[in-house]
């Protein structure tokens, strides 16, 4: 396996800057808009041959040197018992969202070797189909937790927030079992042939640092401690996080993966040397063309300087509209920076 | 007239913390949904006599040390010529978005005399029914930019980043504009009588320091000269700014207004004695109960303790649903606290 991903999570040499997308198997592929014509994204996440082939095909098409699992971060929500649907052009929308902890009683433990057999084959058979490793993935606890409050996207979290605040209990009683679902579900797709791990904090930029440590930061831990001593790096991300960078360290993963908000030089610095630190190309420069998005590129090259544990990626999910040529250019570019003692 | 919110504005001892509200005007008082209940939003701000009361409303009922003229960040855009509505729920929508320089030369350069009489009216009103400093504002070039590219609120902005990034004569032409008309705009505010203006850049924290610093700051810079001189102290506001506070500190104002996702005290430091700092109540907290409101109240005052310029008040607008009895508790509170030399 070709393994530059992981030696950079755990920053050790690589020959070149590995690289590789947040929804790199997304609706800027044709191929995944065909897929997607008859099928809703659960529909494909629960057909493994589906669902695997997706996760291949940036692979071959990009030249990145990691697939990520096929899935949505509501997959493992669903079979806690909530209703939901992913509706098109807005994300996930709950049915009936938490208030209180009657609520919150009646989400089922997470059974995935029942449940979520389809992720083990995906997997299995992503393993199979590339030569690079499998990232799987899932919501942090404080991202699942916003969207079951908020009951869909929000763009301020002011429910989430007032939840929080003002029914402590119920807050605590829902991060208890998210974080415990977390932890089972990312243990689950190791288990399952997973090679490293990303949680996706992504909406956790919307608290002030205090709230962070009190009512996050503890069940963030709890979820990254069912994959600790499993030998998988776990990635840990999130936007809007300039304020929260040391705390997101210290509450877990190998990796930390910032936005573009925060150049990632001063990242690197307030990070220190003993996580790696993924990013932060804006999505947005990738719709600005090629020119631009390879002159992003090498600044964001530049500024990490060939820093042990770099891992190039996006500040956040690659956006609808985005060419894969010039995806795939800025894979190239990454991979011609010269590193000390590398190939190129 | 009662001033301590112009002393703490220009950074001058003061008798108690003053406190005003971000949309304090707005649909958490039974007062204003009657007044909305059978008209749109632009409405109610051309109707004089009915803006200035609901602007005059919060000083009487909360007891806040200044008032803010009511109006919306639209207003001045839609003088320009730009055909938008504000729906319900939704806010600003520009029926036909900003993408080409034909678009940007349709703009009408504002002629406030002319276009917004109603406005000279209102503030004339407002002045002489309250007791207390009037506030006038707008929102700053590039949170306009943001609504006129995007065609209305956004929640990742990369329409206006990728706009920013690949049609740059586009995006330096539209911000010429609209700082033009912002320094018109904020102008014509204090010569009807305006003694204080808020800029409201609330979405400039979806982009970087750096692009911060090449497509926006001269910008918004242009805008807040067009009130240079005018003895009145303009208030520079923004949410997720943590990694932007200083460039906006240079960018202009005589007052920093930051959200809740950084501590206030470390914003005092970071922008150091020459400004003043307002903020920063996560305005969630106003929707978890009094005594929640009020202990996070206390944490904000604690950590200012007394810096002389600080004016009390939300990370960002009142949200829908908090208790007016709630905002009233909260600025009792504020005038309570003990300021070095103060009367409490």
């Given at each position: 396996m070709q393994d530059r991903f992981l030696r950079a999570c755990w920053r050790k040499p690589v020959d070149r800057t590995p690289a590789w997308y947040m929804r790199q198997a997304g609706r800027y592929l044709l191929e995944y808009r065909d897929a997607r014509a008859e099928r809703t994204v659960l529909e494909v996440a629960k057909t493994p041959k589906l669902a695997a082939e997706m996760a291949r095909l940036p692979v071959e098409k990009l030249g990145v040197d990691a697939a990520i699992v096929?899935?949505?971060?509501m997959i493992p929500i669903e079979a806690m018992g909530v209703s939901l649907e992913i509706r098109e052009g807005i994300g996930p929308v709950i049915h009936k969202p938490i208030q209180e902890t009657e609520d919150v009683a009646r989400l089922r433990a997470l059974d995935p070797e029942r449940s979520l057999a389809f992720l083990t084959e995906s997997i299995g058979l992503l393993r199979d189909s590339v030569d690079v490793p499998v990232i799987g993935f899932s919501g942090a606890p404080f991202t699942i937790a916003s969207y079951l409050v908020e009951g869909g996207p929000s763009r301020d979290f002011a429910k989430t927030r007032a939840l929080m605040f003002g029914k402590e209990k119920v807050w605590h009683r829902l991060m208890d079992v998210l974080s415990d679902m977390v932890a089972t579900y990312t243990r689950f797709q190791v288990r399952a042939g997973a090679h490293a791990i990303q949680l996706f904090d992504s909406w956790v930029g919307a608290i002030a640092p205090d709230d962070y440590a009190r009512y996050v930061a503890p069940y963030t831990r709890r979820a990254f401690a069912g994959t600790n001593g499993m030998g998988v790096p776990r990635i840990h991300f999130g936007t809007n996080t300039a304020s929260l960078l040391e705390a997101m360290r210290a509450a877990g993963g190998e990796v930390i993966g910032i936005d573009w908000r925060i150049p990632i030089d001063e990242a690197c610095r307030r990070l220190g040397d003993r996580v790696g630190v993924q990013g932060n190309l804006d999505p947005a420069a990738l719709l600005a063309g090629k020119d631009v998005a390879l002159a992003r590129t090498g600044d964001v090259l530049a500024r990490v300087g060939g820093r042990p544990g770099h891992i190039f990626n996006l500040g956040h999910g690659v956006l609808p509209g985005t060419a894969p040529e010039t995806l795939a250019a800025v894979t190239e570019a990454v991979h011609a920076y010269p590193l000390p003692g590398g190939l190129a």
């Open positions: 096929f899935a949505d971060i």
